[in-house]
């Protein structure tokens, strides 16, 4: 029997299953969790004290995600990858809650967050016509990389400096 089955109250559990059970969600639980939750034999007693404990996460962690949202700014990342990550972040918390978040709005919302003096580079890439999130990002890694380079060589040798040819003279 497995773990939905051995925690429905609808069911039968042998006490062998629950043991079983019992042993699973103890191994995979947070220390302070099973020093609190020691004497709880039956998992569907267990279940139930998490499900009180833990369901009100749905009205804190919602809001939040929606502000991260509303708040994401391209600019206050030093990378894209950051970026990257904090939207696939908010995004998974969104869907976790049954927000519906499609690529389109995420190609959007990247548009869209583009600092203001940027507006010339954001319709641009709106121009290339991406549709896919995952093909903007990638360009603009790209673009990032490309852009390190070219700081990096400019800051090896400035504009304007020459390099000095080096000379062999031989004087007879």
């Known amino acids: 029997m497995g773990l939905i089955e051995t925690i429905n109250e609808e069911t039968e559990s042998t006490p062998q299953d629950k043991a079983k059970i019992m042993i699973f969600l103890r191994k995979h639980l947070d220390d302070g969790l099973k020093c609190e939750y020691l004497t709880v034999k039956d998992p569907n007693v267990l279940w139930k004290n998490f499900k009180e404990r833990y369901n009100h996460q749905r009205e804190v962690i919602l809001p939040a995600s929606r502000d991260e949202w509303n ?40 548009y869209s967050i583009f600092h203001a003096s940027n507006v010339t580079l954001q319709q641009q890439y709106r121009l290339c016509g991406f549709t896919q999130y995952s093909e903007l990002i990638s360009c603009l890694l790209v673009a990032e990389k490309n852009n390190e380079l070219l700081m ?20 007879s």
Do not use: W
Request: hydrophobic share 35%.
């Open 71 to 110: 708040a994401l700014h391209f600019q206050d990342f030093k990378k894209v990858s950051d970026y990257n990550s904090t939207i696939f972040k908010i995004v998974s918390q969104l869907r976790f809650y049954k927000q519906t978040v499609t690529y389109e709005d995420m190609l959007e919302k990247t």
């Open 152 to 171: 990096k060589n400019h800051q090896s040798r400035p504009t304007g400096s020459a390099a000095f040819l080096e000379v062999n003279v031989k004087i």
